[in-house]
């Protein structure tokens, strides 16, 4: 009932933020004299926040069709390496132009789809031949291809590390964001201890919940003051009828990110009050970014229910990675066995998602790699989404994760 009652809510949303757009339009079209009263503006610009907020979003593209290597521009096309049910491994090749170390970035499977790593790609083509793990919206996935959980995200990442040697003759560099920190650890580990070929040259690890008893954020409590079955009562939804996946046990989207626009309520605010500000003054260009930001904020993919229980139990509330009672597919992931692989550890000083301390533990549970080939870095004045986007992380940790690889290529 809860998705159902979804639906209707955001078909009724459609509609109006329709008409709230032609209202605008009709209000800015400089033909129109009530446009030019007092209160044309402000009614405009209001019209234009809330079609723009309630509209409704699918998947965004990444759009990075051609980037600066050196000083010149060198054509970028997507290719898709391999595709798999529930995601499929996305390549940035670059035309004509070397394509450098291989590197794959593990985008986050909670809730935003890996387009939220456009900035992180197109920090890293310059240097780098970049794939990325483009995860599936699971209510589009049909019942028949079975179930998707941890287990089946490491099965993944192995395959996707596999397929990159294969193509490339390199072991690829692994860089994963926030929450795939844990399985893109495993994977490595895994690796490691059966010295597969393919095992990552190096992984870095942003902002990732590798022990979530360090510093826990808001995040972490609402994991831990909640039984298991809460979360199965009260997160979990059944597909609609209207999609392909219909029938499927999902977390939807559209609670994580609700969840996500609370905790920080008064910011989201203060946004959409600057950008109505910027719409009332004629400050196109202004409001356009505030636009884009929400435009990839704003469009969320479910994730399938075994995959998020299976991350509340085994990562938020048992602490089985930093405990070492961390299995996949009945064997237990020796954190030790990672022996050649260096690892490095980003966190943000101000991250509200992943507390300080959460992701470098996974230096510490690596006593197997020489301490030469460990590195930790805290980004100063850096939130949880600054580790990876933004002027910070172009000008300041992109650069060292950047010399990390080279030292270690």
């Known amino acids: ?39 044309g503006p402000l009614v405009a610009a209001g019209l234009e ?11 965004p593209e990444f759009g990075i069709t051609e980037i600066e ?15 798999k049910p529930f995601g499929q491994l996305k390549h940035f ?14 985008a986050p499977m909670s809730g935003h789809y890996a387009t939220l790593l456009r900035g992180t790609v197109a920090r890293m083509l310059p240097r780098h031949d970049v794939f990325i793990t483009d995860w599936r919206d699971a209510k589009l996935v049909p019942v028949s291809e079975g179930s998707f959980d941890l287990d089946d995200y490491i099965d993944y990442l192995i395959e996707f590390s596999q397929a990159i040697y294969k193509r490339t003759g390199h072991r690829p560099h692994m860089l994963a964001v926030c929450q ?51 979360f199965q009562r009260n997160v979990i939804a059944t597909v609609p009828m209207i999609y392909p996946g219909h029938g499927r046990k999902v977390y939807p989207g559209f609670l994580q990110l609700a969840g996500f626009m ?34 990839e904020y704003l469009s969320v993919c479910d994730m399938t229910s075994e995959f998020y229980l299976q991350t509340v139990d085994v990562v938020f509330q048992r602490h089985l990675l930093p405990e070492g009672d961390f299995e996949h597919r009945g064997k237990k992931v020796d954190p030790k066995a990672i022996k050649d692989t260096p690892l490095l550890a980003i ?18 549970l690596a ?16 939130g949880h989404y600054g580790i990876f986007n933004g002027r910070k992380w172009r000008e300041k940790i992109a650069p060292v994760v950047e010399k990390f690889i080279a030292a270690n290529s």
């Open 367 to 382: 006593s197997g790699l020489p301490a030469a080939k460990k590195q930790y870095l805290l980004a100063r004045d850096v």
């Open 49 to 59: 926040v809330f079609a723009h907020a309630s509209a409704p979003r699918g998947k």
């Open 69 to 83: 290597v050196g000083k010149k521009l060198v054509q970028v096309d997507e290719d898709i390496e391999l595709r």
């Open 262 to 295: 609370t905790m920080n309520l008064g910011s989201h605010l203060v946004s959409h009050w600057e950008m109505f500000k910027h719409l009332v003054v004629g400050d196109d260009e202004s409001a356009d970014a505030t636009r884009a930001f929400y435009d």
């Open 347 to 364: 966190e943000g000083e101000r991250d509200d998602i992943s507390g300080i301390g959460q992701t470098k533990a996974g230096l510490d």
């Open 180 to 230: 795939p920190s844990v399985p893109a650890y495993a994977a490595t580990a895994i690796m490691n201890a059966s010295k597969d070929p393919a095992r990552p040259r190096t992984l870095t690890m942003m902002g990732g919940p590798v022990d979530t008893r360090k510093a826990p954020t808001a995040v972490n409590t609402l994991a831990t003051q909640r039984p298991h079955a809460w």
């Open 1 to 39: 009932m809860l998705y159902d009652a979804y639906e209707v809510q955001r078909s009724l949303l459609t509609s109006a933020s329709k008409l709230a757009g032609l209202g605008a339009g009709w209000l800015s079209n400089p033909t129109n004299p009530f446009g030019y009263s007092s209160m």
């Open 93 to 106: 090749r670059k035309v004509d132009a070397e394509g450098g170390e291989p590197l794959l970035i593990v």
